[in-house]
């Protein structure tokens, strides 16, 4: 188990690498330093030093993947890219290109707002979904399950926004449940919170109920559920007892790749709901065209795939003692 | 003079696929299977006619010439150099078809089928007097699901957004399926190291969030073409043809975030084609790698090819929305349900609220998106049943 996590800790390296390699490329060489010093100090009455001091202050002045000027190792360390991906293994993801702000120590403190709408809008959604699901599956073959899994399918045809603006519109400014959009600190924040996490959980019940239903059928046609029912258990307890318990191994390791991401933030509910989340952060620095926290928040993604991937594996050992990772 | 964009080449390459695919239901073995087990089912060919009807709109949106400009006397303009002068808005056979409702509009708002406007003006009465009330539109009744805030027909806009869905949710795939099928085919076939580096490119590139790759590629690449609208010579090749199109961009970059699930279920279907008889017979004959590849392995995967075509379709057309929403996705110009309800969300706090151009973006993408679910579904179910779970 150990030497299986370590091995894909270290094949994790060159995906990282990889993931810095693009997100260079894309910036820096289709868009050179020159042309962010433009956009940023403005295209009027700039001078060629204002042009070079901001470069060198952002340490953008250093060729992109080889310093023919150095010698030895300097040659490959002295470069964009090694200055700018080696401080990243710790986690340093350095200053902001616009405001000069520590992008670690935002990503820090804005990780709590986004925790605090999606652990909730997750946990509750999977309970919900699950509920429906096994509806479906005790009623499976009747009209009911039919028209839900029809019901299950417009849900899923909704744009997510339509689930957004509405919710807003009708929770919020005709029946004033919950305040429109905002956010407060500490206990306070809770009032903020509610309307997102509905919101959210709609969203997903159309998906989700359809995909677990999918899961419990499976399950239910297996020969272990056909001995319980000639057991003479009862239905209740076939489904519930039996057939949700191995259920879970799907919808585990199904469910734990997007753990990590809980992190991460929602970019859209985010900007709607105006929580000084991970996802506002990100679409403030993609709107004032800000590459440093944009190549930040990239490489924090792909660190939190790699997570969800791991903890996939390891969850299956978890759930199923057959399977060993060597 | 012809108006060819690189979304329009896309958009006929579609209808020669929908064709081509229409005509070999009739002869192919598996293909016709399939079809007479969707044809059982009154839903899924329901939802097909919907597509179609889509796809016929989408279609005539993407046939587009340039008239010649008109001088005074009602003859075609000539320039100094003995050319004739082309206007610069390339109207589509849709514009055409609809230029009665494209052409009526009114000054600002107004609801669905009414007669007066939404918003009160200044009005002068016979005795010379102002008075402050609705005035009268100039086409009363005509506008099914009224006027937008430059007094543009509604039911028009969302029209001019199928296109833009349409190409989305298909040309996307299609830019995308020959990646896929190549370097999936090729590590599964190969194995070993070809193996090794194709997975770790796929790897890669699906690590990195789809949104954040999306967002600085448009952010770099989709400012500067052609953003819908009028038609700038400066962007066009040979004068008539327009490769710098953000739509176009917006499809390649949507096209390698989501290649990486085909290529990851061509590569394990490889895996199991390698070690079947008929591959080990061709072998024996001496067939070359590359024939075998060719004729009797890609074959044999392009079920799993239609399946996640029909299948991502739904998915696609909704990401457009949440882009161009976010302000990454189609061009401000480029008709498209995304930009209304960017447009629309503004409207609902005014008071009294302005609702119909939501309502006409939400029917026009529930309409198309929701028969392309069922259709996917039924398609899935008769191409490959055992696919039902994934």
Redesign the interface.
Known sequence: MLTYIIRRLLYAV??LI??NL??TL??FY??TPDDMAHQILGEKGITEEAVEAWKRDHGYDLPLFVNSGEAGLSKVTQTVFAQKSIPLIWLDFGRSDRKNIDIGSQIKRRMWPSLAIALPTFLVAICVNMIFAMLLAYLRGTYLDIWGVVLC??F???????FI?GGQ?VLG?ILRLFPISGYDTGIYSIKFIILPVIIGIIASIGGGARFYR??FL?EINKDYIRTARAKGLSEGTVLFKHGLKNAMI?ILTNVVVSLPFLF?GS??ME?FFAIPGLGSF??DA??A?D?AI?RA??YL??IL??TGLILTDISYTLVDPRIRLG | MPVILATDIIMFLLTVIFVFLALRVRSEGYLKDAWRQIKMNKLAMISLAILILYGAVALADSIRWRDPVLNDNGEAAIADNGSTIYSAEALTLLDRAFSGMRLSTEKTFSAPFAERQFVKENIEVADGTNRRDYPELKYPGAHILGTGKVGNDVFFSAMKGVRTGIIIGAGTTIISIPFAIFFGVLAGFYGGIVDDIIQYVYTTLSSIPDVLLIVAFMLLFGQSGYQGGLVNEADTILNFFVLNDRLFWLCFIMGITSWTGLCRLLRGETLKLREMEYIQAANAFGVSKSTMMLRHIVPNVTHLVLITMVLQFSGLVLAEAVLSYIGVGVGAETGSWGNMINTARMELSREPVVWWNLLAAFVFMFTLVLPANIFGDAVRDALDPRLRTK
């Not at chain 1, 899923?156 to 339509?162: A, C, D, G, I, T």
């Open positions: 060159p995906i990889g993931v693009i997100t894309l910036f289709v868009n399918v417009a899923m045809s909704v744009s997510s926004l339509f603006i519109y400014k999918i899961v499976e799907p991460y970019l859209i900007a990100t679409i993609i709107h065209q590459f944009v928040m990239v993604g792909s795939y790699i």
